[in-house]
């Protein structure tokens, strides 16, 4: 028992539903949002695929989405969450507004990666003839590996504390316990075990990027 209003069994139930939410979250997340940066940095003036009308819709529409708080859009989007999983509350619903919250920002985190690759390097790739999916797939991504998954161990901390929130309108997971055991029953022990476990899930994720990141900067 961690206190008198709630058991072990809970918290390992919520921790299950919060790693459930980021992993999901993530995986799709990183499916969308890749891809996109990949042609943020591509398609943008210079880019080994310059589009000025992909790169003039996407970068905006990009910026749209991140500016908006994630309570805001959680609240906002709750039809079409309804529409996707037929309900606004629980963990499966806390998905579809942490996918639509991820995206855009892995996309930003990627572009970020992705720019700060030697453009001497692209250019050379370029000189020796190669395509522009090649250059991307042979020269670019490669060179940024270290970087990216810098940038996914940022994007899944994020994610972390998205989930938290998610507990304001039930969407499960450690936030949900902190919100209606621990806040709303008065329950400090919960609230100081719930910011304990957090602390505890961010700092071995950034431990575990920091790690692979230097490994492969080392080759």
């Known amino acids: 028992m961690f206190s008198t209003s709630i058991t072990s069994e809970?918290?390992?139930?919520?921790?299950?539903?919060?790693?459930?939410m980021v992993g999901v979250s993530l995986f799709v997340g990183s499916l969308i949002g890749i891809p996109l940066g990949i042609l943020?940095?591509?398609?943008?003036?210079?880019?080994?695929?310059?589009?000025?009308?992909?790169?003039?819709?996407?970068n905006p529409v990009i910026n749209i989405i991140r500016s908006l708080p994630f309570i805001i859009l959680l609240v906002s989007?709750?039809?079409?969450?309804?529409?996707?999983?037929?309900t606004s509350i629980g963990t499966n619903a806390a998905i579809v507004p942490l996918i639509i919250y991820i995206a855009p920002y892995i996309a930003r985190l990627v572009e970020n990666s992705l720019l700060e690759v030697n453009p001497g390097i692209l250019e050379a790739a370029e000189s020796m003839?190669?395509?522009?999916?090649?250059?991307?797939?042979?020269?670019?991504?490669?060179?940024?590996?270290?970087?990216?998954i810098l940038s996914l161990t940022t994007a899944t901390i994020g994610l972390i504390g998205a989930t938290a929130m998610a507990g304001?309108?039930?969407?499960?997971?450690?936030g949900d316990l902190a919100i209606?055991?621990?806040y709303q029953r008065f329950d400090t022990v919960v609230v100081v075990a719930t910011v304990i476990i957090l602390i505890i899930l961010v700092q071995g994720i950034q431990s575990l990027g920091n790690t692979l990141a230097r490994k492969i900067r080392r080759y």
């Open 10 to 20: 809970q918290f390992l139930k919520a921790i299950i539903e919060t790693i459930q």
């Open 180 to 182: 209606v055991y621990g």
């Open 77 to 86: 989007i709750i039809p079409v969450t309804r529409a996707i999983v037929h």
């Open 168 to 174: 304001v309108v039930g969407g499960g997971g450690v």
């Open 129 to 148: 003839g190669a395509t522009p999916f090649q250059v991307i797939w042979h020269f670019l991504l490669p060179e940024a590996v270290g970087s990216l």
């Open 40 to 58: 943020l940095v591509v398609t943008r003036p210079g880019g080994v695929l310059e589009n000025k009308a992909i790169y003039t819709v996407l």
